[in-house]
Every structure is written in C-alpha cells, then in structure tokens.
C-alpha cells in the first residue's frame, strides 16, 4: 500500500519560499507519476505540479511556472516542490498525490493515493 507523507509548509510573506517534500513508500509502479494538487478553503481541488519519476519530465499549471519546481530524489523515495516568490493566491493545502498511469495529469480523480496535507499560507 502506497504511503505519502507531506511536510515543510508553513507561513511566509509575498515574496518568500518555501519547500515542500513528500515521502513515499510501498510504491514500486504505482508512483510513476508523483504529483502536487493544492485547495483552497470554498475551491476546487488544482493541480500544480506533475512529474512523471521513471523518465523526469515535469508539467505545471499555467498560474505557477516560473515560480515552481517539481523535483525528486530517488535515493530517498521524496519528491519535492519548491515554491518561490510566493503570493497570497498560493495559499491552500497542498496535496502529494501518486499513480501508475494517467491521461489527464491535473485531473485528482486520476490519482488512487493521497497524503494528508500540508498548510501553506502567504501573508501580503
């Protein structure tokens, strides 16, 4: 059974950044694509950041190129976002999500495995 586990949120001002990780384990294929959704309070699930961990190739919503990168380590089965120049807009909780294959990248009901959350607030 895959389990993720999200950490490094916290609260920043416009402007700031911060890291995010997420810690997988009892993967094997089904992480293939690791990805960040976040929600807002009142709004729909969004997704961030996709990367796909056998090849590297990453994706991103339109709302946060430039500002975000999906990365991972392999060694440490973690996947991370690094989010700067952060704006109110930005704040959510954000959600790693994990799967074997997908069609539509940025759809949540792709995703079979989810992590609790982590809290990120940008204050102005």
């Known amino acids: 059974q895959v389990e993720l586990v999200e950490s490094g949120g916290g609260s920043v001002q416009a402007g700031g950044s911060l890291r995010l990780s997420c810690a997988a384990s009892g993967c094997t294929y089904r992480c293939r694509n690791m990805a960040w959704f976040r929600q807002a309070p009142g709004k729909e699930r969004e997704g961030v950041a996709r990367?796909?961990?056998?090849?590297?190739?990453?994706y991103y919503a339109d709302s946060v190129k430039g500002r975000f990168t999906i990365s991972q380590d392999n060694a440490k089965n973690t996947v991370y976002l690094t989010m700067n120049t952060l704006k109110p807009e930005d704040t959510a909780m954000y959600y790693c999500a994990a799967t074997s294959s997908l069609r539509i990248w940025s759809d949540p009901n792709e995703y079979p495995s989810w992590g609790q959350g982590t809290q990120v607030t940008v204050s102005s």
């Open positions: 990367i796909y961990t056998s090849g590297g190739s990453t």
